[in-house]
Structures are given as structure tokens and as C-alpha cells.
């Protein structure tokens, strides 16, 4: 360059603000490819052993904070100079068959993947919490909903355990982000690959990556992976805000099927009565911000020719604003989980005001020979006179069954009890509590399964930086 970069546009275009905290990353990628030339027998195995104590001292001076990364253009070229101040010109060599290209995607991968199993571990955590509640309020039957209009009696664990099912499409989501993310890009260089005859696959094992990503210019231009991260994240944030939703619904006053632990509700600084669902309203409130990520990075990414360009580099902030608000989420989810307490007072009185046993009725004329759209419309006269009357399936007598009062027998006072349909659904996947304490069961297997696997990869990565970088 014959001139030296204009300040303003330098100030304009520098992303160390964004990008700063990827240094142990940056680091932990540098060792490898180091590694990598030594092994191509580019580096001589004295300058390899420099380059990469060099960059040890670097990895603890960042870390001790002693480094003050403002006057850098991104965490790249910060980690390149601060070596290139202890080491000497060798810091050079380091470049040699690398670019920014390739090391950006690298870093963003390898710092992706421990989001992505902390993520995980979190959703276990509150899977695991909607598990024990379940469990704990195995007998509480309240009404199911349809249009937010009382449907049929369920089980409250029942009603608990349609999160844990989406929670565990979250996961599957989220395991599949992590099979796109968890690959090298690592010697892609700047576009096309380099001439240095570099063993990609070397690289990759030593960084715990089990795929090399092949084609070098995809490497290099490809953000889908952030992408599939940002829907997971967002899929799981729009389950959240429906948690969320049904916590504010539930506790307010005039339902009350839940109260919240004052340790997770908020007073009013004028209203000395209220109770406020902070929390809750936050699930909800935030998700916005995780879906918008996604939609940001997709228009960062229209049109955009290959390979790699600078409007790239504003992939960072939508995906860091997702990444911590959704572990922030996802961690306060599970303990709002534990801290809610189902009334079995209020669902019970709300039971007895639905007519929720209609259906049972309907299905018990059937038994009796009755069409069913003939017992629908019967059931539906029935249920218009005794509302008319003020009066509830409970007070049934069978002249209220008409020309059907034949049909009447001592039955129905079972067939009308709540508690007891539940428990006469036969169906696979139903609200019979034996179904719903299969479904606990099988959900504790899986969180404990899941776990020891997340931690298998925890220990591979930590392994793969101990040997790298140390500590
Ligand atoms: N800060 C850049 C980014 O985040 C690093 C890659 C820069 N590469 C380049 N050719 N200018 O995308």
C-alpha cells in the first residue's frame, strides 16, 4: 500500500469490539495450524516450539488482561502483532498457507460448537425440571385447553410434559446445528487452498474436529452454519415465549392454576398488591431480539457474491446478542420451572365450571348403540339446558335425556367424573397417568443419556486446548 489507511475509514471497518472475546479460539487455531506446518515440514521444529510459546504468552497476557486490544483492527490481527512483539519476524511464518478467511470461520466454529453444548446442557437442565414437576403433581387434573376455551380434563403434568416434547426437537435441532458446525475449515486459505502441502485432516483431528470442510471456497464463504444455529435458537426461544406465555396466563389472579416464588416475581413501586411475572414476561419479550438474529444474518447473506467478503464480518453481532440472550433464557427457564407451584384448588373448581366430561359423555351413548354424531347432538342440548338452568353435568336426572332417557343408568356418574377420564384414555401418547409416568421415565433416561454424551465432547475439546495452549 503507498498510503497509510485513512483513520475514519479504519475506525469504519474494524471489528475487535466484536470479535475480541474469540482469542482463546484464535489462539487455540494458531498452535494447531502451527502443528500443521511443522508437520509439512514448512517449519523447522525449533521455530514451531517458539511460535507456539510465543503464542502461550500471548494466550495468558490477554487473559490477565494485560493487553489493551482497542488500537487493533479485529482479534486476529491482535493475536498476529502482540506474537509478532515477543517473537520477532518468525511470527510471519505463521501466515504462511492461511488467510483471515479461513481463520475467522475457524475460530467462529470452534467457539460455536461449546455454545451450542452449553446450550444442550442448560435444555437438559430444564427438560429435567418439567420432568420433576410432572412427576411430583402426578394426580392434579385440570382442563385442557382448545381456542383458550376449556376442552377436556388432563393431567397438569400432561399439559407440563408438551414442553418437554418440544424441548426435545430443540435438542435434535441444536445436535444438528452442531453436526454442520463441528468441521474444519482450516487450510481452505483465502479462497482456493494453498500451494504449501498442508495436511488438513492432521489439523482438524488435533482441534477434535471429526470433518475436514472440503471444498475450500465454500469454507470460506459459507455462514450457513450460523444460520442453522440461529433457528435452533430461535425455535427454542418461540417455545420459550410459549412457557412464558402460559406462566403469566396461569398466575394471574383471575386464573390462578399457578403461584411463582416471590425469589422470581417483582413488586409494583406504586401497586403494593402486585405480584409480577418478570421472568416469564422476559421468556417472552426476548425472543424477538433471537429471531430477528436470524433474519439479520440471512440479509447479510442475500445476494452476496463468492467468495468471501467484508460484509461477513457482520455476521458477529446478531449471532453473539442470540447466543447470550438464549443461554440466558434457557438457564432461567429451568429455574422458573422449580419455581412455580400448581394450585390443584383453582384447576379443580375450573374443572367443575367446563362441562369438560361432554366428550365422555358423547363416547359413553356410543357405547350404548347411539351414533356418535346423534350422541354430539344430543350431549350438545343437554349441555345448553343445564347451562340455561344453572346447573352442571354433575345434576344430570334422566329426563334430560328426553326420548334417550333409557339410556341413563348409574354409570354416568363415573363417566362425568374429571379425574376418572383421564385415566380412561387408552391411547399410546395420552393423559392416562400410567402413559404420563412412561413418558417421565423415559424423558429421565434420555436427560441422563444426553448428558454423559455432551460431556464426552467437553472433555474431547478441553483436551484438544490443554494440549494446544495449556492450562
Ligand atoms: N474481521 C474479519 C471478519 O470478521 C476477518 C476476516 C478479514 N478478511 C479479510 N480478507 N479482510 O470477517
Known sequence: MDKELDAEVFLFSTSIHDDYFLYPYDIWGSVAHCLGLAKACLLSDEEASCIISGLREVYSALREGKIDPSPFEDVHSLVEISLRERIGDLAGKLHTGRSRNDQVVLDERLYLREKIAECLQSILALEEALLRKAEEYQDFVMPGFTHLQPAQPV???????????????????????????????LGAAALCGTSFPIDRSFVAEILAFPKV???????????????????AFSTFA???????????????????FLSIDDAFTTG????????????????????????????????????????????????KRPLFRAIQEGLAMASIAARLVDHIFPNSERMEEALKKGFLTATDLCEYLVTKGLPFR??????????????????????????????????????????????????????FGSTNKKEVLRMCAEG??????????????????????KDLVGE
Open 155 to 185: 393431567l397438569f403434568s400432561y399439559h407440563l410434559l408438551t414442553y418437554f416434547f418440544m424441548f426435545q426437537r430443540d435438542i435434535a435441532r441444536f445436535k444438528e446445528a452442531l453436526s454442520r458446525v463441528n468441521v474444519s475449515p
Open 213 to 231: 470442510q472440503e471444498h475450500a471456497m465454500d469454507a470460506v464463504s459459507d455462514r450457513d452454519f450460523i444460520l442453522d444455529v440461529l433457528h
Open 238 to 256: 418461540l417455545h420459550l415465549s410459549r412457557l412464558g406465555e402460559e406462566i403469566v396466563l396461569w398466575s394471574t389472579p383471575f386464573v390462578s
Open 268 to 315: 409494583s413501586s406504586i401497586m403494593p398488591q402486585k405480584k409480577n411475572p418478570d421472568v416469564a414476561e422476559l421468556l417472552r419479550g426476548k425472543t424477538g431480539e433471537i429471531l430477528s438474529s436470524w433474519l439479520s444474518l440471512a440479509v447479510t447473506l442475500k445476494g452476496l457474491p463468492l467468495s468471501y467478503n467484508r460484509d461477513l464480518q457482520q455476521d
Open 374 to 427: 346423534k350422541a354430539h347432538e344430543l350431549v350438545g342440548s343437554i349441555v345448553r339446558k343445564l347451562l340455561k338452568e344453572g346447573r352442571t353435568l354433575r345434576d344430570l336426572v334422566p329426563e334430560d335425556f328426553g326420548e334417550w332417557a333409557h339410556l341413563y343408568d348409574a354409570r354416568l356418574k363415573e363417566v362425568i367424573d374429571e379425574k376418572q377420564s383421564v385415566n380412561r384414555k387408552a391411547s
Open 444 to 465: 429421565f433416561a434420555f436427560v441422563a443419556e444426553e448428558r454423559k454424551n455432551i460431556e464426552g465432547l467437553w472433555k474431547m475439546w478441553q483436551k484438544s486446548f
